[in-house]
């Protein structure tokens, strides 16, 4: 979403003439606006939902239990990074980050040497492992991706991490501002966190 106002929208590294102080009051509230509207932030549950309740439009990207024991015997083997796109129900930029390029990349994690999942900031859901799988140190002593959203500082969606056994092994990418180069980054974390992983 955009406002096209151009006292809400002052152009960056530019100082309007502030001969007035409700030019000054004006180029305050429009810098407050844009910060605003870089990235969600977590807020906590939304009390107009239910605890528990789930929309298709909110939740159907959501990873389910089966790809959570995947990551953590993913993570365990040490051989793929694991992509993972921390999100809110109902953020615009988590769907549009999504459907502009998480949705191929979760088609292509095979042929990436990737997995891909995306987690909820604040699901409590309890992560499930299956017997014999050992649990990787990034992830010992977490009940579930609230957890590790707070193990790995996550605090605003979207954000994409990138993980190996013991922690993040490529820088994160938070927010979707440029969008003209996301594909780029994504590429090169990608590639940076498989050389990572492979001079371990």
Not at 28 to 37: I, K, V
Not at 102 to 108: G, I, K, P, Q, V
Not at 122 to 134: C, S, Y
Not at 169 to 193: H, N, P, S, T
């Amino acid at each position: 979403m955009r406002i096209q106002s151009s006292v809400l929208n002052p152009v960056p590294g530019r100082v309007p003439s502030l001969h007035r102080a409700t030019d000054i009051v004006r180029w305050l509230a429009g810098l407050l606006m844009t910060s605003l509207f870089a990235a969600t932030t977590v807020a906590g549950p939304d009390p107009a939902v239910a605890p528990g309740a789930a929309t298709h439009a909110d939740h159907g990207h959501m990873s389910d239990r089966p790809s959570i024991s995947r990551m953590v015997s993913t993570l365990s083997a040490g051989t793929r990074p694991v992509v993972i796109m921390f999100s809110t129900p109902g953020c615009p930029y988590c769907r549009a980050l999504r459907t502009e390029h998480l949705d191929a990349l979760e088609r292509a994690q095979e042929r990436l040497g990737i997995l891909y999942l995306e987690l909820d900031l604040a699901d409590a859901r309890p992560f499930t492992v299956e017997l014999g799988v050992r649990v990787p140190p990034v992830l010992d002593g977490l009940g579930n991706g609230r957890d590790l959203a707070r193990r790995l500082s996550v605090r605003l969606a979207p954000t994409v991490i990138f993980l190996g056994p013991e922690g993040e092994i490529a820088e994160r990418l938070v927010g979707y501002g440029a969008r003209d180069f996301y594909a780029a980054y994504l590429d090169q974390r990608i590639a940076d966190g498989r050389q990572r992983l492979r001079a371990r």
